[in-house]
C-alpha cells in the first residue's frame, strides 16, 4: 500500500509540474518588438484604432469623450463579468508607461507586461495576426490621447475563471499567433480588408458562436449565435444571410448604421458604426469587400422561446 501511495504522488506531483509548465505565459521575442520604439505613426495608428474598436470597450462609461480611454465598461459573459481596463496614456493607471513591445505582447500573445495571461475577452486571438509595425502606430496614436486618472475595477470571475494560469492551457487549445498570408488570386482593396477585418476589426468575435470553453466554433465562424451577454441574437454576416446586400450596402451600414432594408442597426453594432464611421472611405469598402466574400455558412438553430 505504501509503494501505491508513493506512486499516486509522484504521478500527481509530475501531473502537477507538467500542468504549470504547459500554462506559463509566452510571450512574442521582445527583442524584435523593441527596435519599433518610437518608430510608429500616430496618423496611421488612427486607422487601426477606429477598425479595432478601441473606444468602444475602453471608453469610460457614462461620458460623452469616446477617447477618453479610462477603461470600467462591463462586458458580461457565462463566465462571470470581464471590467474593460484603463488604456489612456496616464503611466501608473492606464499604459502610459509601456513600451511598444508591451502592447506586442499584450495583442500577439495576451500577455502583461507583468507577465501575466490576459482573458481572451480582450480578443488577442484576433490581434495576434496584427503586424508588429502596425501595433507600433497604434501605440503611437494611444500616446496622442488624454491620461485619465483612475484605474478600473477588477474581473468579477468566480472559481475556476479568475485562476488566470488555468488560460495557459486554454491557450493551447485554443489560440493560434498564425499571421495571415497573401492570397494571389485576389487584388490589393481584399487583401486590406481582410487584414482590417481579421486582424484589427474582430468582427468574427461577435459574429460567431462560441463553444463550452468559449472558444469560436469553426462551424459557425461569421455565422452568428447567441450573444455572450445573454442579451439577444448576434446575426449571422455570411452571404446565407446577407446575400442580397452588396458590397456598396455593407460599406454604407458601416458609416450610417442604415441597412439596406430601411433599418438601423442596434445593440453594440451601434457602437462599432460609430467607430467604423471614422475610418476612411477605401477602407470601409475594403472591409465590405472582404465581408461579401465571406462564403454561405448556415447558422446555428436558434433557441425555441418558451
Not at 484576433?126 to 486618472?149: E, F, G, N
Request: hydrophobic letters at 40%.
Amino acid at each position: 500500500m505504501a509503494g501505491r501511495a508513493l506512486i499516486i504522488i509522484t504521478l500527481a506531483a509530475c501531473a502537477g509540474v507538467a500542468g504549470w509548465t504547459l500554462s506559463a505565459p509566452r510571450p512574442v521575442a521582445l527583442a524584435d518588438a523593441a527596435g519599433l520604439e518610437g518608430a510608429g505613426d500616430a496618423q496611421r495608428g488612427k486607422v487601426f484604432f477606429d477598425a479595432g474598436g478601441c473606444a468602444s470597450c475602453h471608453a469610460t462609461p457614462g461620458q460623452d469623450e469616446r477617447l477618453k480611454l479610462g477603461g470600467g465598461l462591463e462586458l458580461k459573459s457565462p463566465f462571470g463579468s470581464f471590467i474593460a481596463p484603463n488604456i489612456s496614456s496616464h503611466r501608473e493607471d492606464g499604459i502610459g508607461a509601456w513600451k511598444v513591445a508591451d502592447l506586442v505582447n499584450a495583442m500577439q500573445a495576451g500577455v502583461s507586461p507583468a507577465g501575466q495571461h490576459y482573458y481572451p475577452a480582450f480578443p488577442y486571438t484576433t490581434y495576434a495576426k496584427a503586424r508588429p509595425a502596425d501595433i507600433a502606430d497604434l501605440m503611437a496614436y494611444l500616446r496622442s490621447l488624454p491620461a485619465v486618472a483612475g484605474k478600473a475595477q477588477d474581473h468579477k470571475l468566480g472559481f475556476p475563471f479568475n485562476v488566470r494560469r488555468g488560460l495557459g492551457l486554454w491557450k493551447l487549445v485554443n489560440f493560434k499567433q498564425d499571421a495571415l498570408h497573401h492570397d494571389p488570386a485576389q487584388g490589393a482593396d481584399w487583401s486590406r480588408g481582410r487584414y482590417l477585418t481579421e486582424a484589427f476589426a474582430h468582427c468574427a468575435e461577435c459574429h460567431s458562436t462560441r463553444d463550452a470553453l468559449g472558444a469560436i466554433d469553426p462551424t459557425y465562424r461569421y455565422a452568428g449565435g447567441v450573444d455572450m451577454d445573454g442579451g439577444g441574437w448576434v446575426p449571422n454576416i455570411t452571404q446565407a444571410a446577407i446575400a442580397d446586400w452588396s458590397a456598396k450596402d455593407i460599406a454604407w451600414m458601416l458609416k450610417s448604421g442604415d441597412t439596406p432594408e430601411g433599418d438601423v442597426v442596434g445593440g453594440s453594432m451601434k457602437s462599432v458604426v460609430k467607430n467604423m464611421a471614422q475610418l476612411p472611405d477605401a477602407d470601409r469598402d475594403a472591409i465590405a469587400l472582404y465581408i461579401k466574400s465571406l462564403p454561405a455558412r448556415a447558422g446555428p438553430p436558434k433557441p425555441q422561446k418558451k
